[in-house]
């Protein structure tokens, strides 16, 4: 092993917005903030890894299915239940997509990412 994860970043166009967004999902705190940087840190990691959102300048969201603008990153966040997971992400601010299959639905974060809400399976 060289290293472990440290942080894992976000491209967008304004940090604080998008890190209120993912300490809401996933139930993190919001430890660091301005215009160019945020971070939040993660229940279940401890102080690291730390999910972080960095500003860009002229930012484009990635294009999804399509790769003209490349995802940038992509997070599955488990769930119990897809319907009941889908209500909470649209009321904290995500976009539905449509896509997706009876184990998982692709949503898009505020700034255009997409992300996967997955059950379980048997």
């Known amino acids: 092993m060289i290293g472990t994860l440290d942080v894992v ?5 304004d940090t604080r917005a998008l890190a209120r967004f993912y300490a809401e ?11 160019d940087w945020a971070e ?5 990691a401890g ?3 730390l999910l972080a959102c960095q500003r860009v ?8 299915p399509g ?6 990153i992509h997070l599955d966040v488990k769930v119990d239940d897809l319907d009941a997971g889908e209500q909470a992400v649209v009321a904290i601010g995500a976009t539905t997509t449509g896509q997706g299959t009876d184990t998982f639905r692709v949503y898009l974060d505020p700034a255009g990412h997409p992300f996967c809400l997955v059950v379980p399976q048997d």
Request: net charge negative; charged share 25%; proline share 13%.
């Open 9 to 13: 970043v976000l491209d967008c166009p």
């Open 25 to 35: 999902l996933l139930g993190g705190d919001i430890v660091a903030f301005d215009d």
């Open 40 to 44: 939040v840190v993660l229940p279940f």
């Open 47 to 49: 102080h690291r890894p």
């Open 57 to 64: 300048d002229d930012y484009r969201a990635p294009e999804w």
């Open 67 to 72: 790769q003209d603008v490349p995802q940038q």
